[in-house]
């Protein structure tokens, strides 16, 4: 069930365009609607039978409002999801009911990151060790059909998802033939429930924050037009008003439970260090062992420089069309540096000193441990 929540003490986030033009009374009613209508009887959530409720609370606020006059796509209600507070479109909550009652199978492998933590590397390692390095058949269709990106299509902006899209993803998961690899940037309370009652396995990757937001300022500009200046982006992105945001709660809900066994925890930073150690190592976690030459083919065809080139894991059948269409130059790509470091480099020390405060507090606070050195 949902539980919708008529006002938010939480911060806030993106809303409609128009709705923001119109003042904050009318983004607030368009988002409380989406929540609403979700509820109804036989629509969505309030169809589909979960153990634990979910609450939904439409976001608000004047930093919302200036946010979402800079982006050119995606421009609708936003709500906070869950315990953590998971920042996604308010439409989102038609479809929670289906993603919680998904229909997980013992064989499969979840890789869940947030946004811009390596997901697309990892998806690539997954589904090559799952598929017996078959690089050929990988060849052969994009990474967003073998592995789909499972809650895209119910969150996304509708122009994306009208002009560039040929599946529904949730829909695509069910038909995908086992084992399947299927990626999410969903926080932990969000994912289906059976994820935690069947065998499947997770493989969860983290990226230091500071890394992150410069990664995704990065994607905000290319997906979503944002057109405003990075610091007030970094800001944005502390206050957890971005999408999949909060970073630190998203990354806390897996990192206390790293140690379970159908969970491996990876970092960015340790498949940046040591690539060959965390194919290694993510192989094992799969039951699967490799040759010296096998591991050396593989670590080659994930390099960061291979995967740009690669058009099945760069999305270049999307983003070929984007620049037919003028909305993204010749230079844009989807994978762009892949570096470690940028954070510090791109942000302000005062910024950036509290990242660094917030990720030592979250994590020393909760579990007296951090998944890097701060």
Not at 258 to 277: S, V
């Amino acid at each position: 069930m949902v539980v919708a929540s008529p006002t938010s003490t939480l911060p806030a986030t993106r809303g409609a365009t128009a709705a923001a033009a119109a003042g904050p009374s009318s983004f607030i009613r368009d988002a409380r609607r989406v929540i609403r209508r979700a509820e109804r009887p036989g629509r969505g959530v309030a169809s589909m039978a979960v153990s634990e409720a979910v609450s939904v609370s439409p976001l608000e606020g004047e930093r919302v409002r200036k946010l979402l006059g800079l982006l050119k796509l995606g421009n609708e209600p936003q709500a906070r999801f869950g315990p953590t507070g998971c920042v996604l479109a308010a439409r989102f909550a038609d479809s929670l009911g289906d993603i919680r009652a998904f229909e997980v199978r013992d064989d499969d492998v979840w890789v869940v990151t947030p946004p811009k933590c390596g997901t697309t590397w990892t998806q690539e390692m997954v589904y090559l060790l799952l598929n017996d390095l078959n690089y050929e058949e990988a060849k052969k269709a994009p990474l967003y059909k073998r592995s789909p990106f499972f809650e895209y299509t119910r969150f996304a902006p509708k122009e994306i998802i009208e002009e560039e899209m040929d599946i529904d993803t949730l829909e695509h998961a069910t038909t995908l033939p086992s084992p399947r690899c299927i990626k999410s940037h969903l926080h932990k309370p969000l994912l289906p429930e059976q994820l935690w009652t069947k065998k499947a396995k997770v493989v969860y990757v983290a990226r230091e924050p500071k890394d992150t937001a410069v990664s995704f300022y990065h994607h905000y500009k290319l997906l979503s037009g944002y057109t405003g200046d990075k610091d007030f982006f970094f800001e944005c992105f502390y206050e957890g008003l971005v999408e999949h945001s909060p970073l630190w709660e998203h990354v806390l809900e897996f990192w206390k439970i790293k140690d379970q066994p159908n969970i491996l925890f990876n970092t960015y930073e340790e498949m940046k260090e040591d690539l060959p150690a965390v194919v290694q190592r993510t192989a094992k976690f799969l039951g699967k062992s490799l040759t010296e030459a096998q591991l050396t083919r593989l670590v080659e065809h994930l390099d960061i420089k291979q995967m740009k080139r690669n058009p099945a894991t760069n999305y270049e059948d999307l983003f070929t069309k984007a620049r037919e269409e003028g909305r993204i130059s010749d230079d844009q790509a989807f994978i762009r540096k892949g570096v470690v470091g940028e954070g510090r480099r791109e942000m302000s020390p005062e910024m950036a000193a509290r990242f660094d405060e917030r990720t030592r507090r979250v994590f020393n606070e909760a579990v007296g441990g951090c998944p890097w050195q701060i």
